[in-house]
């Protein structure tokens, strides 16, 4: 039950990450009227689970699980997956204060990675199954750009929480598939997603660091 509650703890909102700041090009497809409700997140959120970052980032961390995983290659990798400078700072600040507190809290030497890479190295030696902690992982992040929704569409909390409850059987079926998968499954095709976190990197304004 403890390594369950450690890895529950660090992939909490309370977790200080700073995923509260990143919103993965959500903002600004919000302020591009493409997300306006619940239905349009929650599509726009499945394609980026299934096809993008989300399965993306599920394949490395199963990889980064892995005893004798090569972590550095790992964290190469994930760095050269990303499309754009936003979501480069995205993976790597997350991963850098995801590292540095667990560092901190267990007294283990824990270098800044790229954030998949990142828990996956901290969380190995829990024991836990890799489909588990996936799904944790991707719940989180999900989880926090439905937050983002709520509070920037806006949405109801309800509506929000809808959204989320609908998403589950696809982050359960991400857990269950890259549990057992390799690099060989490593693919993206969400260029929407991409394109919209480039294009925030020229906004003159902005709520989110991404």
Known sequence: MTPLLTLTQWLSPGFPTGAFA?????????????????????LWLADVLRYGAGWQDAVLLVQALN??????????TARALQPGAERLQETLEQGAAF????????????????????????????GLPPEQVVALFVQGFTANLV??????????????????ARLAPII?????????????????????????????????VRLFRT
């Open 99 to 126: 590292a540095r507190t667990v560092a901190a809290v267990s007294g283990r030497n824990l270098p800044a990675r790229a954030l998949p890479v990142a828990v996956g190295e901290a969380a190995a030696p829990l």
């Open 22 to 42: 990143y919103s993965h090009g959500l903002e600004q497809v919000i302020h591009d009227g493409v997300v306006t409700d619940a239905p349009s997140l929650e």
């Open 147 to 164: 937050t983002i929704a709520v509070r920037h569409v806006p949405l109801g909390q309800t509506a929000g929480q809808g959204v989320l």
């Open 67 to 76: 005893p004798g995983a090569d972590l550095d290659a790992l964290d190469a």
């Open 172 to 204: 359960a079926d991400i857990a269950t598939r890259t549990a057992r998968s390799t690099l060989d499954a490593l693919a993206g095709s969400t260029l929407a997603a991409d394109l919209a976190a480039i294009r925030h990197e020229t906004k003159d």
